[in-house]
Each structure stands twice: as structure tokens, then as C-alpha cells.
Nanobody
């Protein structure tokens, strides 16, 4: 399908902001949903935010009011704006593009929030 490529991660102090980007290598015209998961060391991967092709968004309770997911369909890209970051947001963040019968995952990008 497509190869998602994440960018924008890094190290930030608590209270700071980061913007993650995930660009697809091809068209996302027939996408059903796309979004971001994260996985902290020793923990299961968890959904952070997702957006449907119709624009419906869902967020994990832990990030509501702080994170915003958006897309630029012309550029085949999904974004995650992360504000008021907390040390517990430290994780590897994975973007994905969900198709009717498959899901394409990015390789993951590290986000580290220092206290």
C-alpha cells in the first residue's frame, strides 16, 4: 500500500510541544482511518489519536485537550500536535494508515519528555 515515514520526534522538557508528521509514500484516497499509537518501555502499544476519512477524531483520555490530530490529504500526511507534554508521554510513537483489508505502519519515532 504505502510506506509511512514519521518525523518530528525528539527530546523536550515537560510542558513543551512537539509536532509529529507522518507522510505516506502514495495516495491515501481510499483510506479508512489513520492515526498514532505509542508504546512505552514494558507497556503495550496504545492508541493515542485517530482520524477517519470523514474527519471524525478519537483520542486517548490521557491526551484529550493536549494533543490534536490533523491531516493534509493533498500531501498524504497526518500530523499529531502535542502540547503540554508530560514525562508519561515518553514513548515510541507509531503512525498508521488503515485500509479496508490492511494496515500500514511506520517504523516509529522516539518522543522523550524530561521532567
Amino acid at each position: 500500500q504505502v510506506q509511512p515515514v514519521e518525523s518530528g520526534g525528539g527530546l523536550v522538557q515537560a510542558g513543551g510541544s512537539l509536532r509529529l508528521s507522518c507522510a505516506a509514500s502514495g495516495s491515501i484516497r481510499n483510506i479508512i482511518t489513520m492515526g498514532w499509537y505509542r508504546q512505552a518501555p514494558g507497556q503495550q502499544r496504545e492508541l493515542v489519536a485517530r482520524i477517519s476519512s470523514g474527519g471524525t477524531t478519537n483520542y486517548a483520555d490521557s491526551v484529550k485537550g493536549r494533543f490534536t490530530i490533523s491531516t493534509d490529504n493533498a500531501k498524504n500526511t497526518v500530523f499529531l500536535q502535542m502540547n503540554s507534554l508530560k514525562p508519561e508521554d515518553t514513548a515510541v510513537y507509531y503512525c498508521y494508515f488503515g485500509w479496508p483489508f490492511a494496515t500500514d505502519w511506520g517504523q516509529g519515532i522516539q518522543v522523550t519528555v524530561s521532567s
